[in-house]
């Protein structure tokens, strides 16, 4: 079993940065690939971008691409989402996530361990 736990969530004016972190502990594995999505009330959960254990590789769903990027530290197995620019539509509940296989894949239905989730509230 794979543990995640997200921090670093919280409240930030629009304009503002803030970076989210994803412990990884349990069966980990370098062929994993961790992603991040977020989840807006009443909105379906939404891809952010994933990176890939190993290589490094990363993706992101095209309306994040320029104020969010994705690294990680294999000797903390931790990954951090960096936000930038941040606007109040970026609001949500944003998750971990970690699957085998592709770093290409953006549907939640295929990964297969969650962390509980961090808030991100954008208000002035």
């Known amino acids: 079993q794979v543990q995640l736990v997200e921090s670093g969530g919280g409240l930030v004016h629009p304009g503002g940065s803030l970076r989210l972190a994803c412990a990884a502990s349990g069966r980990t594995s370098s062929n994993y690939v961790m992603g991040w999505f977020r989840q807006a009330p009443g909105q379906e959960r939404e891809f952010v971008g994933a990176v890939s254990w190993s290589s490094g590789s990363t993706n992101y769903a095209d309306s994040m691409k320029g104020r969010f990027t994705i690294s990680k530290d294999n000797a903390k197995n931790t990954v951090y989402l960096q936000m930038n620019s941040l606007k109040p539509e970026d609001t949500a509940v944003y998750y971990c996530?970690?699957?085998?296989?592709?770093?290409?894949?953006?549907?939640?239905?295929?990964?297969?361990?969650w962390g509980q989730g961090t808030q991100v509230t954008v208000s002035s």
């Open positions: 996530a970690a699957r085998w296989g592709s770093v290409g894949v953006q549907s939640s239905q295929l990964y297969q361990h």
